[in-house]
């Protein structure tokens, strides 16, 4: 489940760079517990997986870009990423996403 501290929350992500395409969904079992899988056409390479990512994520849970940013996992596959001021249904599109519910 994601994390909520006051007025952000925090998603662990799990990200598949060099996609065919560009897709938010799916559960992977990571070091921070249940994630979302964000697929993505961009290379792991000087951080473009992680911005395409991002975007990806806001885009999918309906928020502006500038709301999420990356709080862990620079170089990694597993990250979290932190969403201010979330929407009151955010928990209830991520589990969508996430769970296919």
């Known amino acids: 489940m994601p994390e909520q501290d006051g007025d952000q929350l925090t998603v662990a992500v799990r990200v598949r760079p060099g996609?065919?395409?560009t897709k938010v969904g799916g559960r992977y079992d990571g070091p921070w517990g249940?994630?979302?899988?964000?697929?993505v056409h961009a290379p792991a390479v000087d951080g473009?997986?992680?911005e395409a990512?991002?975007?990806?994520?806001?885009e999918a849970l309906g928020v502006r870009p500038?709301?999420?940013t990356l709080r862990s996992g620079a170089t990694s596959r597993d990250k979290l990423f932190?969403?201010?001021a979330p929407p009151a249904d955010l928990d209830r599109r991520l589990c969508a996403?996430?769970?296919g519910q």
């Not at 249940?34 to 697929?39: D, G, N, Q, S």
Request: net charge positive; proline share 4%; hydrophobic share 55%.
């Open 19 to 21: 996609a065919s395409r």
């Open 34 to 39: 249940p994630a979302l899988v964000v697929a």
């Open 48 to 50: 473009r997986a992680t």
């Open 53 to 58: 990512a991002r975007r990806a994520l806001a």
């Open 66 to 68: 500038a709301r999420v």
């Open 82 to 84: 932190t969403v201010t």
């Open 97 to 99: 996403l996430r769970d």
